[in-house]
Structure formats: structure tokens, C-alpha cells
């Protein structure tokens, strides 16, 4: 045993074996890892390192078993660092990956043909170069396949299937595309080692190498903008699908706030009708008549959340329906003018989204007698939108979790994206926070802004 292993390290572990591994593993990182817009920390970049290694030292560890299987089950000879590039691709894609679970597949399938292909396309046109140039280094080529395994892994970082839903009919071609290209590479290989191949053999089999790399980056590009495509038109269903609903919402809210302004217009007859009565000491019918005008009032139209704006009483007025149906509290504070520079339809897509997700979030965690705060008032140029609940996430769970907790994540999630989007029409920011055991979502949109017509 300690022969094979003193062997391994002297025939086998050279420098192109050892770049080639680490390269896999590098690749592994740019592909597999959630991609961020600010600057990595020390810290992340420390775990990051880590991964690196124990990828790099699984493969090492794969290939050293694999060398030693090989002298007793000769099949298995040469075959060793494919073997390797699959382990370390497993290892980071199982414990490292957070994508979902087909587009892990499909990326690792790919990685592991473009690793394949790249690899293998080296050491043929490293062949071909020696057999005409006496003494020429094939590592020198090797390490050129290395670098070109990072450069398209840096590629398909930029343009990643985890930014988009990966559909099953596109993921499929991939995935066929990837089997056919590794099966051909990885029969090649076996029968390079086993018989032998000439020179005539060595050429085309580099000019085929060549077409399928080219064949796998384009069936993988074709899948990212399809899937890419898919995304965008479910995002616009979703959009379309949410502001209806809104308005939808809006119009009844709307209808039942004129007929609770009905109501106190109705009021004052009915004052005056009890003070006649009580003039006349006609106590047992005022008491009747008392009954009978309490009894066609629901509660949750007596509250009182007229700020001067119609919209936005319709609004927080089908918010209070929500909450108080949902069993949460909720408290507002409103301030603005009459007139607002925003669209209707973009008002109701923003607050309902926004102290929606709040009233849900109460009632997914389960808090006890949790209440929404809601402010919103003016501040210089800016209408300012500031909701509030409880809850038990901590400010890790921004960085950490998915955009929704919900178990469908294809109906939900969209509500944020809409909100992010408008805000950007109106000059305008959104921001979501973790402070002292509240969620806190503030939206700030600019009043001066040509975002449409005037509410």
C-alpha cells in the first residue's frame, strides 16, 4: 500500500494535476456560490478559502483511491481524476450550494463536462504539439485548459441559472446536452489509454473536442435566456396578477368607505330623531330605536382613519378589514395632503404590499397579540411610508433567507420585487431592517418626481 501511495505522488501528483484540481475547485466557488453585490468579508473570504481546500483535498484523496483500485481493476486505470472532479463538485454543491435542487444539477452536469472537455482538449492539443516540436512541455497546455476552466466558470457565474426559475422541458437539453458531451470525452479517454490512438486519430478527436466545448456553452447560454425569459414573463403574470388584485380591492374598499360617510351624514338625523324622543320621555321606544341603529354598524367601519386623502383611506381602511380579520393589531398614524403626485394603482400596489407582508408575517410566527405599526407622513420632498411588526428572525436572516418563508415560492416573493420597482419610478427608495425585535420595511417615495398622474 505504501508502495502505490509513494507512486501516486511521484507519478501522478505533478504540477498539472495539482493546478488542474485546484482550478475545479476554484470554478466550484465562482459557480456554485450565491453571487453579491457588496465586497466579500475577511471572514467570508476565510470559509471561502476552506471550501476551497476541503474540495481540493477530497479530489486528491478521490484520485489516490481511485490510482490504488486501478492496479487491481484495470478498466478504472487513468479514469481517476474524473472520478475526483465529480466528488469535489458533489461536496461543494451538497454542503455549500443554496440553490434549488434542479438548478444545482444542472450547473454541477455542467461544470463537470466543461472540466471534462477543457481538461481533455488540453492534453490532446499538448499531444499533437509534442509529436511535431521535440521536447515540448504538455503541461504548458494543461495549465492554458486550467485557466480556460475558470474563465467560463466565471462566465456562468455572471450568467447563472440561479437568478432565474429553471424550468424542467430547458433544464432537460441541458442536461442531455452535458450527458452526450462527458459519455464521448470519458469513451475517448478510455480508449486513448487502453489501444491507443495515432496522430490522424489525436487531430480529430481536438477538432471534436473543440465543437463540443462550443456545443455546451451554447446549449447552456440557450438555457440561461430561456430560463431568463420564463422569469420575466411569470414575474410580469405575477405583477399583473397582484395589482389587479389590488384594485380589485381598492374599488370595494372604496365603495364601503362611502357608505360608512353615508352613515355620519345619516348620523346627525338620527341625534336629532333620539332628542325629540327624549324630550317626549319616550325611554322604552328610544331604547328600541337605539338597538335597532348599533345593530347595522360593523365595528371595523366606526374606526377613524381619515387623513385627508381619499386613496389612501381606501387603502389603510381595507388594511384595518385585513388585519383585524387576520386577529392582528395594527395602529396608524397618517399625515399627508389631498393631493398626491403618485398613480392610484401604484399607491395601492405599494402600501398593500408592504403592510400586507407585515400582517402575514405576524400571523406565520405566531406571536402573541402582535400589532403592525404603520406611519406615514410627509418630510420635505419625500412621502415616507414606515411599517413595523414583531418578530423573532434576527438581522441575519435578511442576508441568509430566501425572499419569502412561504412553501410556494413561485406564487409568492413577487410582492418586494414590486414595491423595489416602483420605488425606483418615483425617485424613491425601499429598505427592510431587523431593529430591536421588529421587522421595519420604509419606503420613500419623491414627491417631486414623473411618476404619473395626481391622486
Known amino acids: 500500500m505504501y508502495t502505490l501511495v509513494k507512486e501516486f505522488f511521484i507519478i501522478i501528483y505533478d504540477t498539472a494535476f495539482i493546478l488542474q484540481i485546484l482550478s475545479v475547485a476554484v470554478a466550484c466557488t465562482l459557480v456554485f456560490r450565491k453571487r453579491d453585490k457588496t465586497a466579500p468579508s475577511a471572514r467570508e473570504i476565510i470559509f471561502e478559502s476552506l471550501r476551497i481546500i476541503s474540495v481540493f483535498a477530497l479530489m486528491t484523496a478521490i484520485d489516490l483511491l481511485s490510482f490504488i483500485v486501478a492496479r487491481y481493476f484495470r478498466p478504472l486505470t487513468g479514469q481517476g481524476v474524473w472520478i475526483a472532479i465529480v466528488g469535489g463538485i458533489a461536496l461543494y ?18 461544470m463537470f463536462a466543461l472540466s471534462v472537455i477543457v481538461a481533455q482538449f488540453g492534453t490532446e492539443i499538448g499531444n499533437l504539439i509534442a509529436q511535431n516540436i521535440d521536447g515540448f512541455p504538455i503541461v504548458i497546455t ?57 496522430r490522424e486519430a489525436s487531430l480529430f478527436m481536438s477538432a471534436l473536442l473543440f465543437g463540443l466545448y462550443v456545443v455546451n456553452l451554447a446549449t447552456y447560454f440557450a438555457t440561461y435566456f430561456l430560463c431568463r425569459e420564463r422569469t420575466q414573463t411569470l414575474n410580469l403574470q405575477a405583477e399583473i396578477m397582484k395589482r389587479t388584485e389590488a384594485e380589485e380591492l381598492l374599488a370595494v374598499s372604496r365603495r364601503n368607505l362611502e357608505e360608512l360617510r ?96 407585515s400582517i402575514e408575517a405576524c400571523v406565520f410566527e405566531k406571536i402573541p397579540d402582535a400589532s403592525v405599526e404603520v406611519t406615514l407622513g410627509i418630510n420635505g420632498d419625500y412621502m415616507i411610508l414606515v411599517v413595523s411588526n414583531p418578530t423573532r428572525k434576527t438581522s441575519e436572516w435578511l442576508t441568509n433567507h430566501a425572499a419569502t418563508d412561504k412553501k410556494d415560492k413561485k406564487a409568492h416573493g413577487y410582492g418586494m420585487k414590486i414595491v423595489k420597482k416602483l420605488a425606483s419610478r418615483y425617485n424613491g427608495h425601499f429598505g427592510i431592517s431587523i431593529e430591536n425585535g421588529c421587522f421595519v420595511s420604509e419606503l420613500a417615495l419623491d414627491l417631486c418626481a414623473e411618476g404619473g398622474g395626481n391622486t
Open 142 to 198: 494543461k495549465i492554458g485548459s486550467d485557466i480556460l476552466i475558470i474563465f467560463f466558470a466565471a462566465l456562468m457565474r455572471r450568467y447563472n441559472l440561479s437568478r432565474c426559475k429553471t424550468g424542467i422541458v430547458h433544464a432537460l437539453q441541458n442536461i442531455i446536452g452535458c450527458g452526450v458531451t462527458t459519455f464521448i470525452v470519458i469513451f475517448h479517454d478510455i480508449l486513448r489509454i487502453q489501444v491507443g490512438i495515432d
Open 262 to 357: 353615508e352613515i355620519r351624514h345619516d348620523i346627525k338625523n338620527q341625534y336629532s330623531y333620539m332628542r325629540n324622543m327624549i324630550a317626549e320621555k319616550k325611554y322604552k321606544e328610544l331604547d328600541a330605536y337605539f338597538e335597532e341603529v348599533t345593530g347595522t354598524f360593523a365595528q371595523t367601519f366606526l374606526a377613524d382613519d381619515d387623513c385627508g386623502n381619499d386613496v389612501v383611506n381606501s387603502i389603510m381602511k381595507l388594511a384595518r378589514i385585513k388585519a383585524e380579520s387576520s386577529g392582528v393589531g395594527i395602529e396608524m398614524k397618517l399625515a399627508v395632503p389631498h393631493e398626491l403626485p403618485f398613480r392610484e394603482s401604484d399607491l395601492c400596489s405599494l402600501f398593500t404590499n408592504i403592510i400586507d407582508n
Open 93 to 110: 454543491v451538497l454542503c455549500y450550494c443554496k440553490f434549488s435542487r434542479l438548478t444545482k444539477f444542472v450547473l454541477a452536469l455542467e
